[in-house]
């Protein structure tokens, strides 16, 4: 039987489920997280881009988004240097590129125009994870050969890696299903990735099919939150959300999806889902990811 239930503004703890996927959006705020990346597309920086620097060990500016950076940083852009600039270069400035190479950033030029920068940004991350130090990636074919060494390594053990990526959202729609449509390509090809669409407003991300409980903490997270299936449609089952689900069918194409819901539950829900899964957005706290 399908339902909703409607519960007060304020509940109580969640238990995690035994064997249920467990998401931790406080693990990217804590300085032992595992391995943290931060990829940055171009478009204007309007979040705290020194937090999430100072949180990440790998940083990959997707061509025109090392301009952002660099711009962003101003006086400061000394102590922020890339570790990758990856793309056709068809946006990146001369000036950006002299002086980032200039600081030790590895500049990996692909012109194939049959992948986004974004996707070229996601490979050097894979193929840094997969491959690791036997790759120079300054010699690297500049044509395509990124993409194509990349999959070649695909098969290759890769460890928990959460990607955090800034600017995906919002500007072109083109841009912004694209960077949907990313989460769900990224999870199916590599599934120990964990991406993070960051925004000014909330963060975005794949909740697979299966128990999941996702932790947060109110001062980070909240309240609003939406559970979309920009895929498949998905049968959802959920606990410790304002308007809770059972066995509640959702669709994109012309049926329900949940948007304007809100977590309740004290420092975590808990969201079951069908096969394919869903986009799960969560708003910041109010002025959490606000530019300091
Ligand atoms: N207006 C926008 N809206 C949303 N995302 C954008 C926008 N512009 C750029 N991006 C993101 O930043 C990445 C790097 O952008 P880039 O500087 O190369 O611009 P582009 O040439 O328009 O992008 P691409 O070459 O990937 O089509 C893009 O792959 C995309 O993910
Ligand atoms: C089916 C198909 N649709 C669109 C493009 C165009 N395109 C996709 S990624 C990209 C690079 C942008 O930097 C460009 C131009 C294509 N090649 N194939």
Not at 6 to 20: C, L, Q, R, T
Not at 185 to 204: N, Q, R
Not at 231 to 241: A, E, P
Request: charge should be negative; include cysteine.
């Amino acid at each position: 039987m399908s339902l909703v239930v409607e519960n007060p503004d304020i509940m109580g703890k969640i238990p995690v489920p035994s064997g249920a996927n467990e998401i931790d959006i406080l693990s990217f705020f804590n300085p032992d997280a595992a391995k943290m990346c931060l990829i940055i597309l171009n478009q204007a920086i309007n979040v705290d881009l020194t937090m999430l620097w100072d949180h990440s060990l790998l940083r990959v500016c997707a061509d025109g988004g090392a301009n952002r950076l660099y711009e962003f940083f101003g006086e400061e852009k000394e102590r922020y240097i890339p570790d990758f600039i990856v793309g056709d270069f068809d946006s990146l400035t001369d000036e950006v590129k002299t002086y980032y190479q200039g600081k030790g950033a590895v500049l990996v030029h692909q012109a194939s125009q049959y992948a986004t920068d974004f996707q070229k940004a996601i490979s050097v991350v894979s193929l840094y994870f997969q491959a690791g130090s036997s790759v120079d990636f300054e010699a690297i074919d500049t044509e395509d050969g990124l993409l194509r060494l990349a999959e070649e390594h695909s098969t290759a053990p890769c460890p928990p890696v959460t990607l955090l990526v800034v600017n995906a959202l919002g500007g072109r729609f083109d841009q912004t299903v694209h960077s949907i449509n990313q989460l769900y390509k990224i999870t199916a090809e590599c599934p120990s990735f964990g991406v993070f669409l960051v925004s000014l407003d909330d963060i975005v991300f794949l909740v697979p099919g299966g128990v999941n409980y996702i932790h947060y903490d109110k001062q980070v997270i909240g309240p609003i939150c939406g559970l979309l299936p920009m895929g498949r449609k998905c049968t959802l089952s959920t606990q410790g959300l304002k308007w809770d689900l059972t066995n509640w069918e959702s669709d994109i194409c012309g049926g329900n999806v949940s948007s304007s819901n809100a977590v309740v539950a004290e420092d975590g829900v808990v969201v079951e889902c069908t096969e394919g899964g869903v986009v799960v957005n969560l708003e910041w706290a109010k002025n959490f990811m606000a530019k300091r």
